[in-house]
C-alpha cells in the first residue's frame, strides 16, 4: 500500500463520518420542523381547521338524516312521517281484513 492511498483512505474515513454526522442532523432539523408545524397546528380544530375550542366545533351541532340525507334530525324527517304514515295505514288494513 502507497503512502497515497493511505492519505486517501485516511482522508474517506473523515469524510464519511463527517457526512454521515450531516445527514443526521438534517434529518433531525426536518423532523424538529414538521413537531413545530404540528404544534401550531394544536391550535385549529382537527374537524374542521378553523381556530375556536375543541369542544366548540361547528360540525358538531350539524345533523344528517340516515334517511334523505338532509341537514336535519331524523325525527324531523318528513320522509319518516309519509313511510310512518303508509305503515299505520297498512297495520290498519291488516287488523280490519286480516291480509
Known sequence: MTRTEIGSLLENFKTNPLSTLG??????KTKKKQEEEEQTMLIFC??????????ECPLDNIHVCGLC???HVIDDCPTLKV????????NSRILLYGT
Open 23 to 28: 445527514t443526521q442532523v438534517d434529518v433531525l
Open 46 to 55: 382537527p374537524k374542521c381547521r378553523k381556530k375556536h375550542l375543541l369542544q
Open 83 to 90: 313511510l310512518q304514515g303508509r305503515l299505520i295505514r297498512r
Open 69 to 71: 340525507m338532509e341537514n
